[in-house]
């Protein structure tokens, strides 16, 4: 017989639990990618479709960070 485990989480559940702590200072799309900067304790985190790319300690560090990134996945 066939087991369904109601308390297992979707893929797309997980996904969207995994929101980004801090306040959001940048939120725009680059090349139809949704890209965004969170502010958490004096630290700026680049986030590019959903996805965690790394922490700064400058906005702009982090814009840069993420103009490459599309930069060299498009």
């Known amino acids: ?14 996904r969207e639990a995994k ?4 306040k959001v200072v940048y939120d725009k799309k680059v090349k139809g990618i949704p890209t965004m900067i969170t502010k958490d304790r004096g630290k700026y985190t680049a986030h590019v479709d959903g ?3 790394d922490t700064f300690r400058k906005e702009k560090d ?7 990134l599309i930069k060299e996945l498009t």
Do not use: C
Request: aromatic share 10%; net charge positive; charged share 40%.
């Open 19 to 22: 929101k980004p702590k801090g």
């Open 51 to 53: 996805d965690e790319v």
């Open 1 to 14: 017989s066939f087991f369904i485990n109601k308390s297992m989480k979707t893929f797309k559940e997980l």
């Open 62 to 68: 982090a814009r840069d960070a993420i103009d490459t």
